[in-house]
């Protein structure tokens, strides 16, 4: 394994980890909610009476966030190493696989173990697993 120094941002990992950590902490706290993205945008699917502001403020604050980055840094450039059809496969993938572990990774991999939930355990495991899987067999077997 080789590590491509030039793209090496330890610091802004962990800058971007303690911001995810504090949002989901805070979240909790005040809202008494897990800060899980599918079921945020879940619940706009299938609204309940003085349930949609707080999610449509949630959904528009993480539109929003990527545009005021862009005005302050510049246009980052994205290289995404996968057609169309792959991308549309994967995304399909991930929809099921949150509806069927009842979250996403962020409900389950941050909210759920800092809340030492087994099922929140197993599912990032699974996930993990997965995705650790996926990448040795397209990388290395399939290449």
């Given at each position: 394994?080789?590590?491509d ?33 599918s079921?945020?945008?879940?619940g ?29 840094a ?23 696989g ?36 996926i ?9």
């Amino acid at each position: 394994m080789t590590i491509d120094w030039n793209h090496f941002t330890p610091w802004a990992s962990l800058a971007g980890g303690i911001l995810l950590g504090l949002a989901s902490a805070i979240f909790i706290l005040v809202n008494g909610r897990i800060l899980g993205i599918s079921g945020i945008v879940g619940g706009l699917l299938r609204p309940k009476a003085g349930d949609t502001s707080w999610r449509i403020a949630f959904v528009l604050g993480m539109l929003a966030a990527p545009m005021l980055y862009l005005l302050v840094a510049g246009p980052v450039p994205a290289t995404i190493d996968a057609g169309w059809g792959t991308v549309v496969v994967a995304g399909l993938l991930v929809g099921v696989g949150t509806r069927y572990g009842s979250g996403c990774t962020s409900g389950h991999g941050v909210c759920g173990l800092s809340r030492l939930s087994p099922r929140s355990l197993a599912a990032t495991l699974a996930f993990m697993g997965a995705g650790f899987a996926i990448v040795f067999l397209l990388r290395h077997v399939f290449a």
